[in-house]
Structure formats: C-alpha cells, structure tokens
C-alpha cells in the first residue's frame, strides 16, 4: 500500500523502451508531482487522468501523489502513459491488487470520461515488450488489429479504464484483437492444455453437465484454476433469451465490447477476494453497476482462493446463490438484477498451503477443519461436486504422445448429456439435474430401485451421509447417466456419485 509500479513503454525514434511508471502516495496536502523529464503532455496527463478516474467510478486518492518514469534518462513524449499511471495510482492507493498487473505492459491514452483512445506507434511499442521479455501487453482497442501483429506476446485490448479495473478486480475479460479467436472458437483457455488430471476433468465435465456448483480442493500447482478458468469452454452457447439477458447485464455495467453482438458465450467471473460487497452483488447510485454475481449470470462466478474471501463477502453471496436474483441497493431503494450463476470454488485445504499437501502440513486438525469450515455454511452446502486434487506428475505433464482432449470434444457430449436432462425435466420447468429438487427425485417416477441405491441407504443409516447430501448424490447420479448414455443411474452412477460428493477415494 501506498506505492506501485506498473509497466509502459516509451519511443525514442522508431525504438520502443520499455518504462516503469512508479506512484507512490504519501500524507500531506492532496497534490500531484511527476519526475522523470516529462514533456507537457505528460502534466496534461495528471488532470486527464485524474478526470477518467473519478468519472470511471473509482476514488482519486486524497494524498500527495509523487509519479516518477524510470528510466530517468530516456525523454518521454505523449500520452501513451496514460492508462498506466492510472493503474499505478489505483494499485498505490489499494483500489487494485498490487500483484495483478506484474509483467504486464500497459498503453493507451485516456479520454475525460474514462475512454481509452488509441496512441501513435503501438506496434514498434508492443515490439518492445516482447522483446524485452514482457508476456502480456495491453492496449488501447482503436490499436489491437496493429499490435497482434507481434509474435511472442499476448495482446490483450481495452476500451475504457473501467474495462481495466474491472478485469484486474473481478476477471471481466479484456478484448481480444481480431483475427485472433476464429469464427466459433469459443477463445479463452482449452482443455487441450491440462495434463492428467483424470478426476479434475471427469468432475468439471459432470458439474457442466449437470449445472452443479464445483468445488476444487488442493495443494498450490494442482491446476485448480487451470481447471476452473476452463468450465465456461465446455459449456453450451446461451439461447436467444439467456445471451439476451446476459448482454443487457454487461450493457448497464459498461462492458459490451464495441462493435460485438448479443453475447453468446456463457460469461466467466472471477472476483478477487479482496473484492468489496458492491463489486460482488453491485450497487451504487442512479443506475446501479451489476456486480459479479450478476455479471456471471448464466456462466460462471469461480471464487479462487476462497475460503481467504471475508466474511461479509461470503455472507453477501447468499441469498443471490439460493434465489438467482440480487437486491441492490441504491441511493433511492433497491432494484433488483438476475443472478443465477454456477458457482466454482478453489481451495487449499488447509492455511498453510505446502505445495506438496497433505506430505509436509504441519497445521493442526482443528486449523485445518476451520480453514475450510469458512465456507461451509453459506457455501460449501450448496455445491454438489467436491473433489480433491493432488499435482500433475512429471510423466503426464511431459507426455508428448497423444493429445489431451480439447474442450470442443468435452463440450460435445456436455451438450448431449444437457439435452437428455432437459427432455425428461421438461414437463417441471427445471432444465438441468442441479436445479431438480431432492423430494422430485426420491418420489415415483424417479425414484431407483432399492438394489441400485443400497450404499446410499447404508450410509445415510450409519450418519455418515446427511439427509442433503442423499439427495446431492442422486442428482449427480443422474448426471452421470446422462453423460453415459442411460435412461436412469445404475449402482456404479451411485457409486461415483458418491466419490464425487465427498472426495473419497482422492
Ligand atoms: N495438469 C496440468 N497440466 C498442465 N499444466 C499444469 C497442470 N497443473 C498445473 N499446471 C501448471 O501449473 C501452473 C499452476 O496451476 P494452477 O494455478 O492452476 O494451480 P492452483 O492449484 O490454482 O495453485 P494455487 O493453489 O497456487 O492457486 C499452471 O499455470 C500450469 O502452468
Ligand atoms: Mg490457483
Ligand atoms: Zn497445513
């Protein structure tokens, strides 16, 4: 707190450098000094970007404000510093996590209102990053057909400051330049990149299926946000009314990428867990901004890292997961958005979180059982599928042979699997097995045979299922006899329902 630095790059002839743009927030009288042999541009820069702060909804810090371009020698001409010294500012002040934008470079000039314009000499710009060694670079929307010209670096583009910290906040995706995610490619990372893991996929391969919330549990590098980031690629495309409702959510929080249609792929959201309330279930005055819950609505909210989000976050999370709507209030009463999301968790079991588990923890039963009882009861209650995950081994990581299954071939029997749900729920109005009341599946003419649900009775007779997680286990029975093709679950569907549900056997 109180100093950070981000990443820019300043021209010298047609040579791109790269700069780093430090803020560092002190007590005293509210004011701004830059050093680093600035031109006038750069003064003109303090108030612009003082304007697109304020008016992108975010707090000008009351501090004084020392803005210092490193190399000191290298003369710094324009406005291409804009959007970083702005985040240098938002991250010196805590209004972003400081470690979100490490490595990244950031271009782009700011309007008043917050726009992000287009800069001169974006491309020899970007070549200076990547020749540096810097993997992402971001810049301003009006230059990212010019800049994913530069091989060896990912380009990512904005539109407004407000697309910016939104992303770094809360995971709303940047743009991506054109030409680079092909027609029908969902874009987004793939499962073609996760090695081994054949519980991990097997789970998010059910939880999309069926709808059910997932949660990931294991030690730092098990690939628990590999697997999470990659959910929304196994999903179906959203129907006309869903990519409706998903784009005016997206509309009245200002994130529709210019020029782009209705939204047609499910949404993902990842709030950090610093994130305050507001940005979780929205707020603020006049008309209020949708929050992630409602920014995830008919995709994914994935909660990292969670049981480290507060409890008033947790808390505030809810009532929007049981209802699928999210009161916000607003200066004058309340309004209301839609919230109905699949909600992924990750974990660390335990505090400690030794990279190699269970092995070298060294915390006691009691901190453990606390650590995740965090989550428990807001949460961890609703979720149906928990699995644990140990880390790749070395064999399946480095395998070269065959291919790891893509998200498309997933995503096909996903979509298959999601029909034969709706088909036999569609006389009740319930379109996947998640959303299927426990009684509706225990009563006639769902109930199974006795012979094919004896564990689960032994179980639930020895305490060691409760009465909830009975039901949990036979909707994700019925899911797996989806994926697989049979009209109703067997007593291996049970059986790996129940692994599924308790994370035995992991
Ligand atoms: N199964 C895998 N296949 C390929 N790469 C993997 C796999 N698991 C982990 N990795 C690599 O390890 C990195 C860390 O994985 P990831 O961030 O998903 O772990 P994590 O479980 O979320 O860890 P943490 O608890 O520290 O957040 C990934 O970026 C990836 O490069
Ligand atoms: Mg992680
Ligand atoms: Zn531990």
Redesign the pocket.
């Known amino acids: 707190m109180g100093y950070a630095k981000i990443l820019s790059v300043g021209l010298a002839g047609v040579a791109g450098h790269v700069v780093e743009v430090e803020a560092d927030l002190a007590p005293g009288l509210p004011a701004v000094v830059i050093s680093g042999l600035p031109d006038t541009a750069l003064h003109e820069a303090r108030d612009r970007v003082r304007a697109a702060i304020v008016n992108s909804g975010q707090k000008w810090p009351n501090r004084r404000i020392t803005l210092n371009l490193l190399p000191a020698t290298l003369p710094k001409y324009g406005s291409a510093f804009d959007l970083a010294i702005a985040a240098a500012v938002l991250a010196g002040s805590g209004e972003l996590p400081p470690v979100a934008l490490d490595a990244t470079v950031i271009l782009g000039e700011l309007g008043l209102d917050g726009t992000v314009r287009p800069v001169r000499g974006t491309l020899p710009m970007v070549a200076a990053a990547a020749r540096a060694g810097y993997p992402r670079v971001v810049v301003p929307a009006g230059n990212a057909a010019e800049a994913a010209v530069i091989p060896g670096v990912r380009v990512r583009a904005v539109d407004t400051l407000h697309r910016l910290v939104a992303h770094v906040r809360d995971g709303v995706p940047l743009l991506v330049p054109p030409g680079q995610s092909p027609a029908g490619d969902p874009g987004g990372p793939d499962l073609s990149d996760v090695a081994g893991q054949p519980l991990g996929r097997r789970a998010l391969e059910i939880a999309a299926a069926g709808g059910h919330h997932l949660a990931l549990l294991g030690p730092?590098g098990a690939g628990?946000?590999m697997l999470a980031e990659r959910l929304p690629s196994i999903l179906p495309e959203l129907d006309d009314g869903a990519a409706l409702e998903v784009t005016a959510l997206h509309s009245i929080a200002g994130l529709l990428p210019p020029g782009g249609g209705l939204l047609r792929r499910p949404p993902f959201q990842a709030p950090h867990h610093t994130a305050t309330v507001p940005a979780l279930v929205g707020g603020g005055s006049g008309l209020a901004r949708p929050g992630a819950v409602s920014l995830a609505h008919r995709g994914v909210l994935f909660l990292?890292?969670a049981p480290e989000f507060g409890k008033g976050a947790l808390e505030a999370l809810r009532q929007p997961l049981e209802s699928g709507r999210v009161r916000v209030a607003r200066t004058r009463g309340a309004t209301e958005y839609p919230a109905r999301s699949q909600l992924v968790l990750?974990a660390n079991p335990c505090p400690c979180a030794k990279p190699s588990g269970d092995v070298d923890c060294e915390c006691t039963p009691q901190a453990r059982r606390r650590y995740l009882g965090r989550l428990s009861g807001p949460l961890l209650d609703r979720v149906d599928v928990q699995v644990g995950l140990m880390p790749v081994r070395a064999a399946e990581l480095l395998q070269t042979g065959t291919p790891h299954e893509s998200s498309a071939a997933v995503a096909a029997r996903v979509v298959e699997a999601r029909r034969a749900a709706a088909d036999r729920w569609a006389a009740t109005g319930h379109r996947v097995n998640a959303e299927v009341p426990g009684p509706h599946l225990r009563r006639p003419p769902w109930h199974l045979p006795a012979r094919v649900t004896q564990e689960l009775r032994r179980r639930l007779d020895t305490g060691s299922l409760s009465a909830r997680g009975y039901d949990r286990v036979l909707r994700l029975s019925w899911t797996i006899a989806d994926l697989d093709g049979r009209d109703r679950p067997d007593q291996h569907d049970i059986g790996e329902a129940i692994q599924l549900r308790t994370g035995e056997g992991t």
């Open positions: 730092p628990k946000t990292d890292e990750a």
